[in-house]
């Protein structure tokens, strides 16, 4: 299996793309092999999402299981802490290293609307888990998250970073940016993240956009600026399934392009279970990734 960590380290240019688990086992058999057709394309990893609550939190272990099992494909499993009780969190970490996953994305999760009944939480915070990961399972490699214009929580980038820093001392290997259009928006965050001593890999996430109706969810789940160039396709091509999915795919491979060009090594893709935007993300970067 390929050392993920030493590819993502590398100075060659890589790339990773997330899937998520099904809603309901009705379609989990048919989910699971749109995860497995884009490992068929060897990235570098792959990370498998974990549903809010947990309630399929199922899903994201057979998936990930299935893509390391059958492709060599390193799998990384998420896991949330929040509405998540210690004793389900120890329980999903056992089933992990009963399936040989030993690469998990340590997150909070969002804090569900209704009143949160936080004596249920596992931990309250990514760094809690963290650091409980790094003790309990210290041969895991954890990635964590973090946010180019800021988590919506935060009230200035000076305390998400700080908050960050706290990520990485627990032991984070590394993060995982959530997507952003504009690419000197993640080199402002990276500057900002190397000033205060932040030194692990922080890989750009990408999502390639190839509907107009997904602008809206995007922007919605992420607060992400849309630049104008981008605007634009969605203005002329919105109305055009097509045009907009050749459109979308062409901003996503331009943006990897200028990452790479600009020194960074490695992009995680926000696949959406798309083989078709997986490969043509991969025939696009033919010549330029490793
Ligand atoms: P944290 O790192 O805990 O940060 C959350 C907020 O709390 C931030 O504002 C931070 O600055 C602040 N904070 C952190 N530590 C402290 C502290 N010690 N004291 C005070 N404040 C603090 N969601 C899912 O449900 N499933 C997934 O699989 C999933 N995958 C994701 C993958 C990526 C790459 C990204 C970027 C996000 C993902 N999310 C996922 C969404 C994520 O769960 C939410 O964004 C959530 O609101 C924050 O999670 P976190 O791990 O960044 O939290």
Redesign the pocket.
Known sequence: MKDMMAEIRSEKPTISFEVFPPKKEAVFESVKGKAEQIAALHPTFMSV????GGGTSKFTIDIAEGIQKKYDVPAMA?L?CVSTPRAKIEEYMAEMQKRGLTHI?A????IPAEAPDKSEWGFA???DLISYVKEAAPEMTIG????PEC?P??VHVA??IA??K??CDAGADFL???MFFDNNVFFTFLFKAREAGIDVPILP?IMPITNAKQVIRARDLSHAFMPRRFMAIVDRFGEDPDAMRKAGIAYATDQIIDLYANGISHVHVYAMNDFGVASAIMENLKGIIA
Not at 49 to 52: E, L, M, P, S
Not at 107 to 110: A, F, I, K, T, W
Not at 144 to 147: E, F, N, R
């Open positions: 999402t974990y549903g809010a998420h949330t994305m997150l909070r999760g969002d915070h990514a760094s964590a998250a973090c946010y988590h929580e935060s305390e998400d908050n960050l706290t990520k995982t940016s959530q996430g």
